[in-house]
């Protein structure tokens, strides 16, 4: 290594080697010697040349420009001409071309665009799956001026093995491009890696027997991983956190209306998901609704990824934690880690009620939207969200075409939709000065307002901004938390407590037991509760009827011990069904406080209570708070009537007797025996109100 002159801005250049050696030398590691010059003497020397007083000369330093992104697209064009194909040794340019239909499903405008294009399809499949198998087949652009077919695009075309309805292909193709808009989203949110699942079209060999259809997707050369199932499958050798926390994170930010799943592909480019909705009714067959959920959540351990993304840990027994240390060892073996900042999940700002498909569409407009207001300047997105300016780059040239950035915002058909995201408010008044405001954003996304159209004042819009941002979290606790915030009802509603009822039946049938022995009972329980925390009425009913130790059809071979904390909590859970609309825990209640029978030692006999109850059984014939009425009529109405009738003329615990309202319940009690079609008991009943007339009558000459 030889000393080379160094340069001093504004200063002359200076050679260390013409300096004589001070205190030795030493030879450097390729032999050479090495000059070691005192500070001292080299100001000495130079001293004249350090004096100077000429203006120091700024250091240029030329940064590299990024590419724009029409150059990136040329560099990538021009480095996959250049490689060899894949499919040269299969000479598909020497079949015979084929003009098919293409259907391609446009997820923004929920439109289909139609066109014709030429393949070459082999004959014979290379690749079978569980359902389907795969051809190769070579497609040309539209646009390609070329006749060669050496440089045609590789193409896979998919077929079920087994006869299907026509539609389900179309369903496939919908379900795979709405999965494409949730790998953006995820990617929006700036995670470790990027993700993208590949475009997949419907084509029609119009010109075959039958009219065949394909799924048409393009070849991804690598190696083919699948990284979870739709049924809760995960594989250890090739447990990666990006896929998993994407499957977490569409639960949370769809509100736990749909979670992504069956992730497969090549690196993160993905293939063939499978979407399980909270209905369970979209897109095809392989939706399992929150059967799916559970399975997912079942073997799902919480990563760097997903608490980077302030996803929250779903509720597991400590059981099942421990049946998940292997899971998170690998995880934490993972290459993938998070660097820098990820943006928050939040759920979409819809009213709870929608559709899961509806969802999806929202999240795109949500986006949309977020964009104008960024070209415009005219909002902030909201702390935690992603900067509106983040855009999420196609991955091939049709995805360009395809892709909701392509469509002006105002001609979105979403915009004029928008009460089936949101509702109707009630109205109330407002200024001029936020009405010129609302009507000034109105018109800028071309709504039209009118007379009738339901307007919130900014304060209202704030309220409403912040309950909508609020976590929709895989966590319990935080669901009752936002349940009691909402003033919610005690029953019904909860997707996330569906999911744990799932989890538990999964158990009690031994789904994650290797033998029917090693159920894990105690993890079934737990789940049943969770359930009933957050108001699954069918939960609440079991966790009673299993703790007042009578008979319950969920976990029947599960029972707790008998005693009185035990009957207290049941009786508990009792009240929050009957305050639901069950008829059997209001009718539970009633009769225990009618006979003592049933109560902990906290509660005493009460026919004030009783009343109350037997009354609320009377009074419901509508539907409980999951919509469901239950018309077994072990106790009909007559023959509560009659009780309630026989308790107000005996009087006592804590009840003021009362004749003549006895006599009314009797007389009830008759009429309604005798449309039942029971004459004998009806004049039985007709009987005893006469004779608690006559006892008020008695009071009356009594008190004269």
């Given at each position: 290594?030889?000393?080379?002159?160094?340069?001093?801005?504004?200063?002359?250049?200076?050679?260390?080697?013409?300096?004589?050696?001070?205190?030795?030398?030493?030879?450097?590691?390729?032999?050479?010697?090495?000059?070691?010059?005192?500070?001292?003497?080299?100001?000495?020397?130079?001293?004249?040349?350090?004096?100077?007083?000429?203006?120091?000369?700024?250091?240029?330093?030329?940064?590299?420009?990024?590419?724009?992104?029409?150059?990136?697209?040329?560099?990538?064009?021009?480095?996959?001409?250049?490689?060899?194909?894949?499919?040269?040794?299969?000479?598909?340019?020497?079949?015979?071309?084929?003009?098919?239909?293409?259907?391609?499903?446009?997820?923004?405008?929920?439109?289909?665009?139609?066109?014709?294009?030429?393949?070459?399809?082999?004959?014979?499949?290379?690749?079978?799956?569980?359902?389907?198998?795969?051809?190769?087949?070579?497609?040309?652009?539209?646009?390609?001026?070329?006749?060669?077919?050496?440089?045609?695009?590789?193409?896979?075309?998919?077929?079920?093995?087994?006869?299907?309805?026509?539609?389900?292909?179309?369903?496939?193709?919908?379900?795979?491009?709405?999965?494409?808009?949730?790998?953006?989203?995820?990617?929006?949110?700036?995670?470790?890696?990027?993700?993208?699942?590949?475009?997949?079209?419907?084509?029609?060999?119009?010109?075959?027997?039958?009219?065949?259809?394909?799924?048409?997707?393009?070849?991804?050369?690598?190696?083919?991983?699948?990284?979870?199932?739709?049924?809760?499958?995960?594989?250890?050798?090739?447990?990666?956190?990006?896929?998993?926390?994407?499957?977490?994170?569409?639960?949370?930010?769809?509100?736990?209306?749909?979670?992504?799943?069956?992730?497969?592909?090549?690196?993160?480019?993905?293939?063939?998901?499978?979407?399980?909705?909270?209905?369970?009714?979209?897109?095809?067959?392989?939706?399992?609704?929150?059967?799916?959920?559970?399975?997912?959540?079942?073997?799902?351990?919480?990563?760097?990824?997903?608490?980077?993304?302030?996803?929250?840990?779903?509720?597991?027994?400590?059981?099942?934690?421990?049946?998940?240390?292997?899971?998170?060892?690998?995880?934490?073996?993972?290459?993938?880690?998070?660097?820098?900042?990820?943006?928050?999940?939040?759920?979409?700002?819809?009213?709870?009620?929608?559709?899961?498909?509806?969802?999806?569409?929202?999240?795109?407009?949500?986006?949309?939207?977020?964009?104008?207001?960024?070209?415009?300047?005219?909002?902030?997105?909201?702390?935690?969200?992603?900067?509106?300016?983040?855009?999420?780059?196609?991955?091939?040239?049709?995805?360009?075409?395809?892709?909701?950035?392509?469509?002006?915002?105002?001609?979105?058909?979403?915009?004029?939709?928008?009460?089936?995201?949101?509702?109707?408010?009630?109205?109330?008044?407002?200024?001029?000065?936020?009405?010129?405001?609302?009507?000034?954003?109105?018109?800028?996304?071309?709504?039209?307002?009118?007379?009738?159209?339901?307007?919130?004042?900014?304060?209202?819009?704030?309220?409403?901004?912040?309950?909508?941002?609020?976590?929709?979290?895989?966590?319990?606790?935080?669901?009752?938390?936002?349940?009691?915030?909402?003033?919610?009802?005690?029953?019904?509603?909860?997707?996330?407590?569906?999911?744990?009822?799932?989890?538990?039946?999964?158990?009690?049938?031994?789904?994650?037991?290797?033998?029917?022995?090693?159920?894990?009972?105690?993890?079934?329980?737990?789940?049943?509760?969770?359930?009933?925390?957050?108001?699954?009425?069918?939960?609440?009913?079991?966790?009673?009827?299993?703790?007042?130790?009578?008979?319950?059809?969920?976990?029947?071979?599960?029972?707790?011990?008998?005693?009185?904390?035990?009957?207290?909590?049941?009786?508990?859970?009792?009240e929050i069904a009957a305050q639901a609309g069950d008829r059997a825990s209001l009718l539970y209640l009633a009769k225990a406080y009618d006979t003592g029978n049933g109560l902990s030692s906290h509660r005493e006999r009460d026919w004030t209570e009783a009343t109350h109850w037997y009354q609320?059984?009377?009074?419901?014939?509508?539907?409980?708070?999951?919509?469901?009425?239950?018309?077994?009529?072990?106790?009909?109405?007559?023959?509560?009537?009659?009780?309630?009738?026989?308790?107000?003329?005996?009087?006592?615990?804590?009840?003021?007797?009362?004749?003549?309202?006895?006599?009314?319940?009797?007389?009830?009690?008759?009429?309604?025996?005798?449309?039942?079609?029971?004459?004998?008991?009806?004049?039985?009943?007709?009987?005893?109100?006469?004779?608690?007339?006559?006892?008020?009558?008695?009071?009356?000459?009594?008190?004269?």
């Open positions: 290594m030889s000393s080379q002159p160094i340069s001093i801005p504004g200063k002359v250049k200076t050679n260390f080697n013409s300096l004589p050696p001070i205190a030795g030398s030493i030879d450097d590691e390729d032999g050479s010697m090495v000059n070691l010059v005192s500070l001292v003497d080299f100001i000495l020397q130079n001293k004249d040349t350090l004096n100077t007083n000429e203006p120091p000369q700024p250091a240029t330093i030329k940064q590299a420009r990024t590419p724009p992104l029409k150059k990136k697209w040329k560099r990538a064009i021009k480095k996959s001409l250049s490689m060899d194909d894949p499919w040269a040794s299969f000479h598909l340019e020497d079949i015979k071309t084929e003009r098919a239909t293409r259907h391609r499903y446009h997820s923004t405008k929920q439109t289909w665009v139609i066109d014709e294009v030429n393949i070459k399809m082999a004959t014979e499949a290379f690749a079978h799956g569980a359902m389907r198998e795969c051809f190769r087949l070579k497609k040309k652009s539209n646009f390609a001026k070329s006749r060669d077919w050496k440089h045609a695009g590789n193409f896979v075309a998919k077929s079920y093995m087994e006869t299907v309805d026509r539609q389900v292909y179309f369903q496939d193709v919908r379900l795979q491009m709405d999965a494409k808009i949730w790998g953006e989203e995820y990617s929006r949110h700036n995670p470790p890696k990027k993700v993208d699942i590949c475009q997949m079209c419907v084509l029609e060999m119009k010109d075959r027997p039958g009219k065949p259809l394909f799924h048409l997707e393009n070849f991804i050369e690598g190696e083919y991983t699948k990284y979870n199932s739709n049924s809760g499958f995960v594989r250890d050798e090739a447990l990666r956190q990006t896929p998993q926390s994407f499957s977490h994170f569409t639960f949370e930010r769809s509100g736990h209306k749909l979670i992504v799943v069956d992730i497969q592909g090549v690196g993160d480019l993905w293939t063939d998901p499978q979407i399980h909705t909270s209905t369970g009714t979209e897109y095809n067959e392989g939706n399992l609704g929150t059967r799916g959920f559970a399975l997912f959540f079942a073997t799902h351990a919480c990563n760097e990824i997903c608490r980077s993304l302030d996803l929250t840990q779903f509720d597991l027994h400590p059981t099942e934690f421990r049946d998940h240390e292997k899971v998170v060892q690998l995880q934490r073996n993972s290459d993938t880690h998070v660097r820098g900042s990820t943006y928050h999940c939040t759920r979409a700002r819809t009213r709870p009620s929608i559709s899961p498909m509806d969802v999806t569409q929202f999240v795109i407009l949500e986006r949309q939207i977020s964009m104008s207001e960024s070209s415009t300047g005219s909002m902030s997105p909201p702390v935690g969200s992603p900067p509106p300016d983040f855009s999420f780059e196609p991955s091939s040239p049709d995805d360009i075409s395809m892709s909701p950035r392509d469509s002006h915002l105002s001609e979105s058909p979403m915009l004029t939709d928008l009460p089936r995201f949101f509702g109707n408010r009630r109205r109330r008044g407002v200024s001029e000065s936020d009405s010129d405001t609302l009507s000034r954003r109105a018109a800028s996304n071309n709504i039209q307002i009118t007379e009738d159209d339901d307007i919130m004042v900014p304060e209202d819009e704030r309220a409403a901004m912040f309950m909508n941002q609020q976590h929709k979290a895989s966590s319990v606790n935080q669901e009752m938390m936002m349940r009691a915030k909402l003033n919610h009802q005690k029953a019904g509603g909860s997707i996330l407590g569906q999911i744990h009822l799932d989890l538990a039946r999964y158990h009690e049938i031994g789904r994650f037991a290797e033998d029917e022995n090693d159920r894990n009972m105690d993890a079934a329980l737990y789940h049943l509760e969770q359930a009933a925390k957050c108001g699954v009425l069918e939960a609440i009913i079991g966790m009673a009827r299993m703790y007042v130790q009578l008979p319950h059809d969920v976990l029947e071979e599960m029972s707790v011990d008998d005693t009185d904390d035990n009957i207290a909590e049941g009786l508990e859970w009792m609320e059984v009377l009074e419901n014939n509508n539907e409980d708070d999951e919509g469901t009425f239950d018309a077994t009529m072990d106790d009909p109405p007559y023959t509560i009537q009659a009780r309630l009738a026989e308790m107000y003329r005996e009087g006592g615990f804590d009840l003021e007797a009362s004749p003549t309202k006895a006599g009314d319940l009797y007389n009830e009690a008759a009429e309604g025996a005798m449309a039942a079609m029971k004459g004998r008991l009806s004049n039985k009943y007709f009987m005893l109100a006469e004779e608690c007339y006559g006892e008020c009558e008695e009071e009356e000459e009594e008190g004269e």
